[in-house]
């Protein structure tokens, strides 16, 4: 093997991103790295690459011990990583930033004629055909990222590190990047590969390897899987002792309810195709799909967070506007995010405070909520969630991740949406928390709120939802109801499995 990583194991403050991790890569490879953000792919990839220094684990090059401190140290040894930003001066000439740091000189000075020769030579067998003195902000981002794989390949030589390289490129453009790759694979080097885009995966990958939270899952030859195994090993589902066992609870004979919200054309250009969507009143729509599939860029576009490129909304009065959160909050909307910690609450007010925040938004600042009234708030949600806190006076902090999240939940509570959108509300908290949430969701619907759920766990999401939809790549790709929502057809949307492809195993 070029590189083999043993036991690798990083970890920060609170989360094991590298739990005893094993990869290897032949040279004359591509090997795809695969798994849901969080996974620990980028963790790896620094780790090789100098960025991140491991806790604990080897990794060998060419049979030698390495552990590079610096990127351009492992550079030095080898291993060169293209980013999808590409790491390049925009302002340089293509030339310039082929050669800058080992510049061609003569009498001393920078040679500008040799330097546009090096560069040439550098391009040669990229199938290429531009101007190496033009400025490279000039060209598209294709050949911006052929011209940084060029000048880390000539750096490095031997391992070369993808990291989503693909994903603001359009099809043709990926189809020539990729020949490109596979011309160095075939130069024998050893490629590895991330990408979100299974299909890109299918086309491109020798072999793969699948992290989940940290842990290795698999490594396989692409010729033995397919689509949805490999869908299954990244989600942690074995789906055939599961699908019996997971249809909606919700009685799909019941009346239709009558739709509440109309949202049209929703879309905003490069981050999520437009879609319609309807919500009724009191249900509960989930969104399923593979972190970074477009599940939150749907929800944000709905809440006036994003700024949509195409899309209306209206209710049965009439028109919403819905250009910001403010209007979205103004129409009767509330949004939850996933990462509490950032988005969600303020962890040095207290309990109270966080949960008249919103409100005292709508409000206005100028009208303060008295403090008495704060307070009966605050304690009639800590009753009522059963948020666990010695008092509302405590920082929220203080509490754990569950009660966190239950403040966080308090707050739009108090604000009585009639729309609420939940972007992983079980995400790291306990068990009974969990529980207390999932029950929580089905007193809102009775008592006649919508809401959207968005999570990673599917049987949750099962649990839960009147209706499932599916986001694949930036699309909504299938809308499940009644009894066709099961974590099989779930995953199957999210594989877009059809008829086996040529290459893959049925
Ligand atoms: P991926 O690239 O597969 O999406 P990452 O390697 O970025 O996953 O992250 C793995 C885990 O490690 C995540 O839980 C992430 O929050 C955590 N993590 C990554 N980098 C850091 C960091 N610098 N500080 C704290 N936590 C981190
Ligand atoms: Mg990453």
Not at 374 to 383: E, F, H, T, V, W
Request: proline letters at 3%; hydrophobic letters at 40%.
């Amino acid at each position: 093997m070029l590189l083999t990583i043993r036991s690798l194991t990083k970890t920060f403050p609170g989360t094991v991103a590298l739990d005893d991790v094993k990869f290897d890569l032949a040279a004359g490879e591509v090997h795809a790295l695969l798994g849901e953000n969080g996974a620990g792919k980028s963790t790896l990839i620094k780790c090789l690459t100098g960025a991140y220094r491991p806790d604990a684990g080897e990794i060998t090059l060419d049979g030698r011990r390495i552990a590079p401190r610096s990127t351009g140290e492992a550079q030095e040894l080898g291993i060169g990583t293209v980013y999808q930003e590409v790491n390049l001066l925009p302002n340089l000439t293509v030339a310039q930033n082929l050669c800058f740091g080992r510049e061609p000189r003569r009498f001393g000075m920078v040679s500008s004629r040799g330097t546009k020769a090096m560069a040439e030579e550098m391009l040669e067998g990229y199938g290429l055909d531009i101007d190496v003195s033009r400025d490279l902000g000039t060209y598209s981002v294709a050949i911006q990222q052929i011209v940084a794989i060029a000048r880390a390949v000539a750096l490095s030589g031997k391992v070369l590190i993808l990291d989503e390289p693909t994903a603001s490129l359009d099809a043709r453009e990926v189809e020539m990047l990729f020949d490109v790759v596979r011309g160095l694979r075939d130069k024998g080097l050893g490629i590895v590969f991330v990408s979100h885009f299974l299909d890109q995966v299918f086309d491109l990958s020798d072999r793969v390897t699948v992290l989940r939270n940290g842990n290795h899952v698999v490594t396989e030859d692409i010729a033995a899987l397919n689509r949805v195994r490999l869908i299954e090993h990244m989600l942690g589902h074995a789906l055939e002792h599961e699908v019996e066992d997971h249809t909606t609870p919700h009685d799909a004979t019941a009346p239709e309810r009558e739709a509440m919200l109309h949202f049209t054309d929703m879309g905003k250009r490069g981050v999520i195709e437009s879609f319609d969507l309807d919500i009724r009143k009191g249900e509960v729509v989930g969104l399923a799909g593979l972190l970074g599939s477009g599940r939150t860029e749907s929800a944000e576009l709905l809440f006036g967070l994003r700024g949509a490129t195409s899309g209306t909304a209206r209710d049965q009065s009439g028109p919403l506007k819905l250009d910001s959160p403010r209007a979205a909050i103004g129409a009767g909307f509330g949004f939850a995010p996933e990462d509490r910690k950032t988005d969600g609450i303020v962890a040095d007010l207290s309990v109270r405070e966080n949960i008249a925040l919103a409100l005292q938004a709508r409000r206005g600042w100028a009208r303060a909520i008295p403090k008495a009234e704060q307070a009966k708030l605050a304690d009639m949600y800590i009753r009522r969630l059963d948020i666990r806190t010695s008092d509302a006076e405590k920082a929220v902090g203080d509490l754990s991740g569950g009660n966190q999240q239950k403040v966080v939940l308090a707050r739009w509570l108090a604000m009585n949406p009639r729309f609420l959108i939940l972007d992983e509300p079980t995400r790291g908290i306990d068990v009974g928390a969990h529980a207390e949430i999932l029950r929580l969701i089905h007193e809102l619907t009775a008592e006649g709120m919508s809401l959207l759920v968005i999570s990673s766990e599917l049987d949750e999401l099962i649990a839960v939802s009147d209706r499932v939809i599916v986001v694949r790549d930036r699309r909504h790709v299938a809308e499940l109801t009644g009894a066709d929502v099961s974590t099989e057809t779930i995953v199957r949307a999210i594989a877009q499995h059809g008829e086996p492809r040529d290459g893959e195993a049925a």
